[in-house]
Nanobody, 125 residues
Framework: QVQVVESGGGLVQAGGSLRLSCAAS????????MGWFRQAPGKEREFVGA??????YYADSVKGRFTISRDNAKNTVYLQMNSLKPEDTAVYFC????????????????????WGRGTQVTVSS
């Protein structure tokens, strides 16, 4: 079992930055695919990006603005968000799975077994 907890959300003005953290416990996540998703009110959960052994992958909407990294020593994954826009406002979730291996699977929420409870990000205009 893997438990993940997100932190770092908050209120920021458009153009600002935030760094979200996803701290894992229970197992070492160095060989897990770690995904970031977000869900705005009234919308479905959408893929933001993921990091795996094969690299990092991003949704087109965040490419060039968001960066995912991992610190295996801390068993933590990060989502650095720059140039934030009001449309980035959502609850951001971290997910983990050891067997999500393809880029297509990484973008599918139902492929991940372990989820955090999310952290709210609000971008004001």
């Amino acid at each position: 079992q893997v438990q993940v907890v997100e932190s770092g959300g908050g209120l920021v003005q458009a153009g600002g930055s935030l760094r979200l953290s996803c701290a894992a416990s229970g197992r070492t996540i160095s060989d897990y695919t770690m995904g970031w998703f977000r869900q705005a009110p009234g919308k479905e959960r959408e893929f933001v990006g993921a990091i795996s052994w094969s690299g990092t992958y991003y949704a087109d909407s965040v490419k060039g603005r968001f960066t995912i990294s991992r610190d295996n020593a801390k068993n933590t994954v990060y989502l650095q968000m720059n140039s934030l826009k009001p449309e980035d406002t959502a609850v951001y979730f971290c997910a983990a799975d050891r067997f999500v291996l393809t880029a297509q699977a990484m973008a599918a929420p139902d492929k991940y077994d372990y989820w955090g409870r999310g952290t709210q990000v609000t971008v004001s205009s």
